[in-house]
């Protein structure tokens, strides 16, 4: 049954080169299309015009579609589709509506470069996973493939720069993922051969050291001790030198320190002032650090905090770590039970094998979120090249069989054990 059904659809995507190029055509003119509205995440009308052309597709799809607005963090908000079904597994598909590249940049339009290569703001990231999403369950309701499943899309508006706090901006995601089984990213395809199993958590840090304002003739002596500067620049030195680990790095983004400090956390600046005969007061260090596991995180928070403790003589030191960033996509077993199922699809299909990618090369996404309640894999959408810069492309060869592959992915998903 499952193999007929396989040839099947096959054969949709194959046996008539006819219907295939009209398909392939509509998907790259609706790619198009949505490359040409910018949708920066904070062009809040242009996210919403590319929100509409989901909303007018899904619907005509039969999906119920729906506008999740986000006023209340300041973004623009998240498209979500959903077809309501019981059989087989739940699948939630998660894109983003949003790019990098806002209304003032000047890379604003799609551009067909040659046969294979188009070039536009965002079209790897991830407008063409998008349309891949959307593409691949049409062959799947065309061809009747999956009738009675629960498929959820949802397309955020503010991956990029997620609205604050992310327990609201990051609610209906979560909220779709609770009532589903797998959850699938369409972010860029590093190559056929390999998906996204695991992805490390981003958090932030703050470290404030304060020490004994006193004349500098005084410093190293017991009463007037190292100041703040020297406290700081010891506990950085030895975050460098004993946390390494495989999988965890870890950022000082900012440092400011001297007498008078004043910081802002937000916008990451400040002021400061102090004198060369003045021991300074105070020094704050701001950093992000990034881990794979909840277990890897905490250990190397329990390290940060021992190392900050032994204070040099007149120092304190407070270091804070900020929760709430992008949570771990640990590389569960669910999640490695699902490479499997790509990866025999893949060989089947004559594409060869497919292994995990390195976390550690990957930064965060929308898929962290929803990791606690689905098995995940991403990395399923367009390959291409130079995201998030003036030189975006997406490789078109490759688009046809890659849209291809997401749908048998999804269909043989929703039909296993
Ligand atoms: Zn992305």
Redesign the pocket.
């Known amino acids: 049954m499952k193999k007929c059904i396989l040839i099947l659809l096959l054969g949709l995507f194959t046996a008539t080169a006819g219907a295939q190029d009209i398909s392939d055509q509509d998907a790259l003119e609706f790619l198009e299309a949505n490359v040409n509205i910018n949708s920066g995440t904070m062009n809040f009308d242009g996210v919403r015009r590319v929100g509409e052309n989901y909303m007018q597709a899904y619907s005509d799809l039969g999906f119920d579609t729906e506008w999740v607005n986000q006023d209340h963090v300041n973004r623009a908000g998240h498209f979500f589709a959903e077809q309501m079904g019981e059989s087989g597994k739940k699948i939630l598909l998660i894109g983003?509506l949003d790019t990098v590249f806002e209304d003032d940049s000047p890379f604003q339009t799609y551009e067909v470069l040659d046969e294979t290569t188009a070039k536009g703001p965002g079209v790897n990231?991830?407008k063409a996973g998008n349309v891949m999403i959307l593409y691949a369950l049409k062959a799947l309701k065309e061809a009747g493939a999956i009738p009675n499943a629960q498929i959820i899309v949802a397309l955020t508006g503010d991956?990029?720069d997620a609205g604050h706090p992310v327990s609201e901006s990051r609610k209906h995601l979560v909220e779709a993922a609770e009532r589903s089984d797998v959850g699938l990213g369409f972010?860029t395809a590093s190559g056929f051969s390999y998906a996204t199993v695991a992805r490390r958590a981003s958090y932030s840090w703050k470290l404030e050291v304060t020490g004994k304002q006193a004349h500098s003739s005084g410093i190293f002596s017991d009463n007037t001790g190292a100041g703040s500067i020297y406290e700081a620049s010891r506990i950085l030195n030895r975050f460098y030198e004993d946390l390494r680990e495989e999988n965890l790095t870890y950022n000082a983004g900012v440092m400011i320190g001297g007498n008078e400090v004043t910081y802002d956390e937000e916008n990451m600046r400040g002021s400061v002032s102090g004198k060369t005969n003045i021991v300074p007061k105070t020094t704050t260090v701001h950093g992000g650090i990034r881990f794979l596991t909840m277990e890897q995180g905490e250990r190397a928070f329990e390290k940060m905090k021992a190392i900050a403790g032994e204070s040099l003589p007149q120092t304190s030191s407070e270091l804070t770590i900020y929760e709430g960033g992008y949570p771990p996509m640990e590389p569960t077993s669910g999640n490695m039970e699902l490479l499997g199922t790509l990866d025999e699809l893949s060989r089947d299909m004559g594409l060869g094998e497919v292994e995990a990618f390195d976390p550690a090369k990957r930064g965060a996404?929308d898929i962290s979120f929803v990791a606690d309640y689905v098995d995940g894999l991403d990395g399923l959408g367009a390959m291409g090249s130079g995201a998030h810069g003036p030189n975006e492309t997406i490789d078109l060869d490759t688009y046809k069989e890659l849209t291809k592959r997401a749908a048998l992915l999804i269909y043989r998903i929703v039909n296993s054990e």
């Open positions: 983003h990231d991830m991956e990029e972010e996404a």
